[in-house]
Structures are given as structure tokens and as C-alpha cells.
């Protein structure tokens, strides 16, 4: 199956400091790339979907200027995380859809933020 | 919006078949998604329908009703490391998106 990456895979952070996460698709060309994020223990709740060249759709309650999405090219997504808080500390995963019917989960990124 | 309900916790015998449900609503279905989530990891895919009907894959077997708003995921012969949660994911036509269950987490016993 098609190989989605994340860099980093954890992460420890000072509080208000901006942490960016990379999502990569290795052997295709994601048309869309979503994020969600997942608390322990609970299921994934999706953040923003975004398409390579336009701006990310966030969903309702996601604060946009908080969680910076950037979809640079093809197979590049870029998470940031700004001023990062506590209260930010989840499980980031990122899920890449290549135009077919199938989406492709990274591994995650843990981001614990002290 | 979109309402999908599974059950929380599930647990069956090794060896045995195990059927996890999954009812949704939604304004503008396009497929359903069943995905396996082992602790600490990313989900892995599973199943598509799309559908009406049973899609079979090994041990593994999902079966939509979209008139019912139902599906199921079959778990047949079941080993130790089918522990795991499995998610139920529903995809929205008026935006493609896909959103998620809470999940079931499943345990196996000897």
C-alpha cells in the first residue's frame, strides 16, 4: 500500500514555543492531505483538510492561526503548532488521499508540551 | 453533521468470530471506512464500502446496509493480535472528508 511519512515522530517542547510536524507521501501524489489529532484513548477527530496550492479547511472549533497548515507540493504537508501549550499535547496524525477512494495514515507525531 | 456509534469495548476468544457494529447518520453518504488502530499507533486500513453488501478480505469482512445506516465489521478465527481498536469512518459527500467513530476496542483472550 502507499507509504505516508511524518517527521517528527515525538516531540518535547517548551510552553510558547512552535513546533512543525512534516507529512510526506512517498510513492504518490496527495491531491488532499488531512490532519487530525488524537487525545488517549479516544478516536481521531479531524482538524483541517488540505489541497496542495490553497488555503486548509479547518473544522469548527480549530483555530487556524494557532495550527498552521501548509501544503507546499504534492507530497508536503507541513503541521505548525504555534505557541504551543499544555494543553496542545496530543497525538498528531496526518492521512494523505492520493484521488482514489483510500486514505493513507502516517505513523503520527506525539507531542507532549511541558 | 454526522453521528457514528459503535460499541465502546468488545472482548471474545481466541479462535472465535467477533462482529463489531457501526450505525451513522449522515446528509450525504460516500463510502465507509473500517480501519484497525493498535495502541500508541497510526490506524491501518482496513475496509471500503461503498455499496450495499458483504466485502470479504481474509479474516476480515465488512458489510454496509445504507438504507439502515448499518455496517459491520466480521472478525473471523481470531488471533492475539487482533487486539486493537477498530474505528468506524464515515465520508461526507458535500466536502469528501472523512470522520471517525470513537471506536471499539477489542480484546482477545487465549
Known amino acids: 500500500g502507499a507509504v505516508v511519512s511524518q517527521h517528527p515522530s515525538r516531540v518535547i517542547c517548551k510552553s510558547g514555543t512552535s513546533v512543525k510536524i512534516e507529512c510526506r507521501s512517498l510513492?504518490?501524489?496527495?491531491?488532499?492531505m488531512f490532519w487530525y489529532r488524537q487525545f488517549p484513548k479516544k478516536s481521531l477527530m479531524l482538524m483541517a483538510t488540505?489541497?496542495?496550492?490553497?488555503?486548509?479547511?479547518?473544522e469548527q472549533g480549530v483555530e487556524k492561526d494557532k495550527f498552521l497548515i501548509n501544503h507546499a507540493s504534492l507530497t508536503l504537508s507541513t503541521l505548525t503548532v504555534t505557541s504551543a501549550h499544555p494543553e496542545d499535547s496530543s497525538f498528531y496524525i496526518c492521512?494523505?488521499?492520493?484521488?482514489?477512494?483510500?486514505?493513507?495514515f502516517g505513523p503520527g507525531t506525539r507531542l507532549l508540551v511541558l | 453533521g454526522q453521528n457514528i456509534d459503535q460499541p465502546t469495548e468488545m472482548t471474545a476468544t481466541e479462535g472465535a468470530i467477533v462482529q463489531i457494529n457501526c450505525t451513522y447518520q449522515?446528509?450525504?453518504?460516500?463510502?465507509l471506512f473500517w480501519y484497525q488502530q493498535h495502541a500508541g499507533e497510526a490506524p491501518t486500513f482496513l475496509s471500503y464500502?461503498?455499496?450495499?453488501g458483504l466485502e470479504e478480505k481474509g479474516r476480515f469482512s465488512s458489510f454496509l446496509s445504507r438504507s439502515k445506516g448499518y455496517s459491520y465489521l466480521l472478525l473471523k478465527e481470531l488471533q492475539m493480535k487482533d487486539s486493537a481498536s477498530y474505528l468506524c469512518?464515515?465520508?461526507?459527500?458535500?466536502?469528501?472528508?472523512?470522520?471517525f467513530g470513537a471506536g471499539t476496542r477489542l480484546t482477545v483472550k487465549p
Open positions: 464500502n461503498v455499496l450495499d
Open positions: 449522515t446528509s450525504g453518504f460516500n463510502g
Open positions: 488540505s489541497n496542495e496550492g490553497s488555503k486548509a479547511t479547518y
Open positions: 469512518a464515515v465520508r461526507d459527500i458535500r466536502d469528501n472528508d472523512m470522520r
Open positions: 492521512s494523505a488521499r492520493e484521488g482514489g477512494e483510500t486514505q493513507y
Open positions: 510513492d504518490f501524489q496527495a491531491t488532499t
